[in-house]
Every structure is written in C-alpha cells, then in structure tokens.
C-alpha cells in the first residue's frame, strides 16, 4: 500500500531490456541508495502501484532493473513510460546551496536592479545543465541556466530568486 502524502518523481521507464522483464530506467534522482535491491518505489498512476526492486546494475541509458513480479518482456513493456514516485519525506538532506525543482517553481525572479522578469514555471534537470524554465508576464517562457555567474540570490521562503541572465535573454 502507497504511504499517503505528496510524491516526488525520482525516475521513469525508458523500455524494457532482453526477455527476463528487465526494464532500462533514468533515474531522477542523485541518490545513490534510491536505486538498490529491497527499494520500493510507487508509480504516478491512479490507482498507484508499488514495486519493489529486485536487481540493479548500470547501463550507457541509466540503469538495467529487475522489479519483483515483473517476469517477462510483455510486462517489462507495459512499464514504458511509468514514472517512479517516492514520498516526499524520503528524500534525501539538502546540502547548503541546493534546492529541490519544486521548492523553485513558482518564485518571483527579479534582475539585480529589482526588475520583475516572470515566474518559475518549471525545471528542466539536463545532463550537462539544469535550466530554469521562466515565464513573463506577456507568456514567453525563457530557459535560463541554472549556473552560479547567472543565479546569485535565492530565497525560496522570501518567494523570489535574483538572477543576472545573459543581455538579451529577456
């Protein structure tokens, strides 16, 4: 049975992987220890179905797992697509300086000189870099990175963020 609460994305299942129902997963998350055997993990669907991790080893695309119940290829292929959940009160501690996507979505961005540029509707987690999604009040949405020379002040429980973005982004 699902904990109850807020859930939190922590991967989804890219396809499944020879015929014994492994499945190629990306992980969303930077914990080590949230993909391991004996994990469980719950899906976004409704009804929401736990899983429970059998094995799990690293692959050029994420990771190979093998989920208790999942026997073959036919339902390893049924789990394309299925995005992974977790309670929110499973994640792991923050270190200074880092900050959850969705403790982000919905700030106030203002530049240095106190302008208001938008709000945060969205992030987007990239290999290379991650990208604050920003939407202005006329509706562009603007991808700014997420990078230290751009971003200086955040204060998430003051509702605003404070960026420096490239000449001409906005």
Same mark, same amino acid.
């Given at each position: ?7 939190? $994305? !922590? ?17 969303? $998350? ?13 899906? #976004? ?20 797992? !093998?989920?208790?119940? /999942? ?14 959940? /977790?309670?929110?009160? +499973? ?6 300086? %880092? ?13 240095? $000189? ?5 709000? /945060?509707?969205? !992030? ?9 999604? !920003? ?7 603007? +991808? ?8 200086? %002040? /955040?204060?998430? $429980? ?5 960026? #420096?973005?490239? %000449?001409?982004?906005?």
């Amino acid at each position: 049975m699902a904990p109850t609460g807020q859930h939190v $994305s !922590v991967g989804y299942v890219r396809r499944a992987h020879g015929i014994r129902g492994e499945v190629v997963v990306r992980p969303l $998350s930077d914990n080590p220890e949230r993909y391991r055997s004996g994990a469980r993990l719950f899906t #976004d669907e409704d009804p929401v179905r736990e899983f429970e991790i059998l094995r799990v080893r690293p692959h050029k695309d994420g990771l190979i797992v !093998v989920f208790a119940g /999942i026997d073959d290829r036919n339902q390893a292929e049924a789990l394309r697509g299925v995005t992974f959940t /977790i309670p929110r009160e +499973e994640r792991r501690t923050l270190n200074e300086d %880092e900050y959850w996507p969705d403790d982000l979505e919905g700030l106030t961005v203002i530049d240095a $000189s106190g302008r208001h540029l938008g709000r /945060i509707s969205g !992030v987007i987690l990239g290999d290379a870099q991650d990208r604050i999604v !920003v939407t202005t009040e006329d509706g562009r949405r603007v +991808e700014v990175p997420f990078v230290e020379e751009f971003f200086g %002040e /955040i204060h998430p $429980s003051g509702g605003h963020i404070v960026v #420096d973005p490239p %000449e001409g982004l906005f």
